[in-house]
């Protein structure tokens, strides 16, 4: 079996929630992607990332079912896992930080999947919502598991302090009917609202998020190490 490492990204203040990742450190072990993309369904994470250089941060990106040019908690994790000043993904070129108990990337929005956002009046709206049918998920006709991560439920907590719950139905053909904490669902709307957001995903995941110049964001949480 293939050596990685267990990480929970996006943790609550306590160390708890979070969404687990898998990260192979060494991807030269898997060096196609068919390889990596079996591997990935086997592990069952919503990500699992191939490190191909520690050095420079280059890492290759995969859900159980497709490959992906960047994802959020994906990069958070890794960043911290690997303690280097930016990764380098197919969608660019992502700095990274730590920050105290924080890890920090800065990323783009339009690197992230696209989602529907949509806005429910209050937090017991959002946490009352069950798990959308598939059907419902597809919009303008594209079938839900060729879209990776389409509803993103949010409602304000308190807006005023920026601080939003929300919870992330990905929409993919895999078993993984909810995201537990996700960065590029994060990365949006932080774009569309234009302000510093406090989000609590899931059960109990906190995701950071400040806007920076020229339309970066910057995406931050905790993170552990399981195994």
Not at 35 to 47: H, N, P, V, Y
Not at 164 to 174: H, I, N, S
Request: aromatic share 8%; glycine share 12%.
């Amino acid at each position: 079996m293939t050596d990685y490492d267990v990480l929970r990204v996006f943790c609550a203040p306590n160390g708890g929630y979070g969404n687990e990742l898998g990260v192979v450190r060494d991807g030269s072990v898997l060096p196609g992607r068919d390889e990596r993309q079996e591997l990935a369904a086997k592990l069952g994470f919503s990500e699992t990332v191939f490190v191909d250089d520690p050095e420079r941060g280059v890492v290759d990106i995969y859900t159980p079912t497709l490959r992906l040019p960047f994802a959020g908690h994906p990069c958070v994790g890794t960043a911290w896992l690997l303690d280097v000043p930016e990764l380098v993904t197919p969608a660019g070129t992502v700095g990274a930080r730590q920050d105290g108990e924080f890890s920090w990337i800065e990323a783009r929005p339009e690197w992230a999947p696209p989602r529907t956002l949509r806005q429910y009046a209050d937090v017991a709206e959002v946490d009352a919502l069950p798990v959308p049918p598939k059907g419902e998920r597809s919009e303008m006709g594209v079938p839900p598991d060729e879209v990776w991560g389409r509803v993103y439920a949010w409602a304000w907590e308190d807006e005023a302090a920026g601080r939003v719950r929300a919870r992330g139905f990905p929409g993919r053909d895999d078993g993984i009917d909810e995201d537990e904490a996700t960065g590029a669902a994060a990365l949006l709307l932080t774009e569309r609202l234009g302000r510093a957001l406090n989000i609590t995903q899931g059960a109990g995941s906190q995701i950071l998020t400040a806007p920076q110049p020229g339309g970066w964001i910057e995406i931050g949480g905790r993170v552990r190490l399981e195994r």
